[in-house]
């Protein structure tokens, strides 16, 4: 393979100097200053450098003066909770009171429904009128439930099986 043109680009046109070189050339521009003097002795602080800093390679400037802006007041924020629908079944239930704002947990109420009578009249059909028709008032699992709070003795729901 050919060596490149020495005008190509990304090519130096001569070699990087070596390791030598570099270090046998000249200082630092800006070396570190030397302290005067003899050594500090056991216990005292070294003297300050006689020799003042570099001058900086630009004048230093303050910042432009930016204008004050005041916030915003802050906004209140106002929590919203959210509760979702409470569904009402044959057993107690614990809720927040509607009436009284207490947490409680319902006291139940059995009470005759639509069920209950269309049993009733389905037993009173097929032959139980001598008073076995009135065992569906009997039986809490065709009776429809109210729930009552316990503290304030408010509605607070009702369960109807029909």
């Avoid at 050594?39 to 006689?50: E, I, L, N, T, V």
């Avoid at 802006?69 to 106002?78: F, G, H, L």
């Avoid at 039986?139 to 109210?146: E, F, G, K, M, P």
């Avoid at 408010?154 to 369960?159: H, R």
Wanted: neutral net charge; glycine residues 4%.
């Amino acid at each position: 393979m050919a060596a490149p043109p020495p005008s190509a680009p990304g090519f130096p046109s001569a070699p990087p100097p070596s390791y030598e070189e570099i270090n046998n050339s000249a200082p630092y521009p800006y070396p570190y200053p030397a302290p005067s003097g003899p050594p500090p002795k056991a216990g005292q602080a070294a003297p300050y450098p006689s020799q003042p800093y570099p001058a900086q390679p630009y004048p230093a400037q303050p910042y432009p003066a930016q204008p004050v802006t005041t916030a915003p007041p802050p906004v209140s924020v106002q929590a919203v909770y959210v509760q979702n629908p409470l569904v009402f079944h044959d057993r107690p239930v614990q809720m927040c009171c509607p009436s009284c704002s207490k947490v409680i947990v319902t006291r139940l109420s059995h009470s005759a429904g639509a069920l209950t009578w269309l049993s009733c009249g389905s037993l009173c059909l097929l032959g139980c009128a001598a008073g076995c028709c009135l065992i569906p008032f009997c039986v809490d699992a065709l009776l429809d439930v109210d729930h009552y709070c316990p503290s304030c003795n408010a509605l607070v729901g009702t369960y109807r099986r029909l």
